[in-house]
């Protein structure tokens, strides 16, 4: 198994940055493909962004494309969201998880239930 525990969450303007981190432990994060998930209040997780084990292939949805950039470091077992340009309507619940099968950048897996381990969740909150 592998925990995940993600920090950088909080407050921030309209137009500025944040970079989340997600801390794995119990397991080496090369063995995982990592996603960064976002959930509003009453809504699904979406799929924001998700990075290969060697973090050679990246998938990006398409609100955030240009804005927002995954990043893992497996010796330092975390996986990074630098999140740029910020619009309200980014503010969410993010949460990081780790998928133990494949990834394809073209065809996903792209839904919550494809991944097996989660973190607790970080608030983004964007004033405008």
């Known amino acids: 198994q592998v925990q995940l525990v993600e920090s950088g969450g909080g407050l921030v303007q309209a137009g500025g940055s944040l970079r989340l981190s997600c801390a794995a432990s119990?397991?080496?994060?090369?063995?995982?493909?990592m996603g960064w998930f976002r959930q509003a209040p009453g809504k699904g997780r979406e799929l924001v962004a998700a990075i290969g084990r060697s973090g050679g292939s990246t998938y990006y949805a398409d609100s955030v494309k240009g804005r927002f950039t995954i990043s893992r470091d497996n010796a330092k077992n975390t996986v990074y969201l630098q999140m740029n340009s910020l619009k309200p309507e980014d503010a969410d619940v993010y949460s990081c998880?780790?998928?133990?099968?494949?990834?394809?950048?073209?065809?996903?897996?792209?839904?919550?239930?494809?991944?097996?381990?989660w973190g607790q969740g970080t608030q983004v909150t964007v004033s405008s």
């Open positions: 998880a780790a998928r133990g099968g494949g990834f394809s950048t073209t065809y996903g897996p792209r839904s919550d239930r494809a991944y097996d381990y």
């Open positions: 119990g397991r080496t994060l090369s063995s995982y493909v």
